[in-house]
């Protein structure tokens, strides 16, 4: 089973326009509204492939309800830590074949809220053999935060994987104690080490400090496809040429295959495969981080992995 946590949650409201008249009135009749955050989202692909997943993370006031409610309408299990102030909204207008995106900052979380998530990582991970960190960090919660995650997943024999950005990744790849698999692109790894990166040289940085006792690294690079270092190997990955319908969530989508292959004692070639594929049946789905199961085998039988260095 696949635990993933997410700090900072959303309610995602999708608004469908023709056209998005500033100041004036839009009405829609389309609109999505579901449980979201980069971790749920990679929970429900995980579902989707057969997996069993456990959400988490910090949930408050009747939207927290909402996304607890929602995910139990799914058929899947959450433990989250109900917090005093409200969990956020985070808005899409599609219009005009573009996409503008309004996301509430979230609730600030206390101490004492944090202690009890820490606390409580016993029953909130029961019966799980990996645990996914995903997304920002809410306020009231730094690296460290993280970071006793992952040692608490090292020190109980649990693979752990974590997906974030900026700072926060710079940190935990240069931490003592790292991660199993991080899942960043080539623009973040440029980003966190201050230079600038091509995909002739990725592969040898990611042999090197500080990548180098990180188990999986897969980096991502959109529609080529991505590099990933396995264990000591680097591998090159490409997908068939498809036209998008909606790639947000792609990423997610693809760290799910990895995970499920991973807690389904794949060997590095199909983890690979079974990532980029659950990557590109997204992109082909209206709905973020949803894929449709029925193409997986037609799309994971034209991936192509090959081993580079």
Sequence with gaps: ????ITANPSVDISYELD?????DVNRTSQVIKDAGGKGIHVGYVVKELGGDVVHSGFVGGALGQYIKETLKGK???SRFVDIKEDTRNCIAVL???NQTEI???GPTISQEEKDEFIKNLDKISEGCEIINISGSLPQGLDVDFYQTIIKYAKDHNKFVSVDTSGKTLEAIINAD???DLIKPNETEIGDVLGIEVNKDKLGQILLEKPFKDIKYVIASMGKDGALVKANDKIYGASVPEVTAVNPVGSGDSSLAGALFAINNGKDDIEII???M???LLNVLNKEIAHINIDEFDKYYDQIKVEEII
């Design 273 to 275: 495969k079974t990532s």
């Design 75 to 77: 058929g899947q299990e």
């Design 19 to 23: 056209n998005f008249k500033i100041d």
């Design 95 to 97: 219009h005009d074949g």
């Design 103 to 105: 996301l509430e900052k």
């Design 277 to 279: 594929t659950c990557g």
């Design 177 to 179: 104690i790292k991660p």
């Design 1 to 4: 089973m696949i635990l993933t």
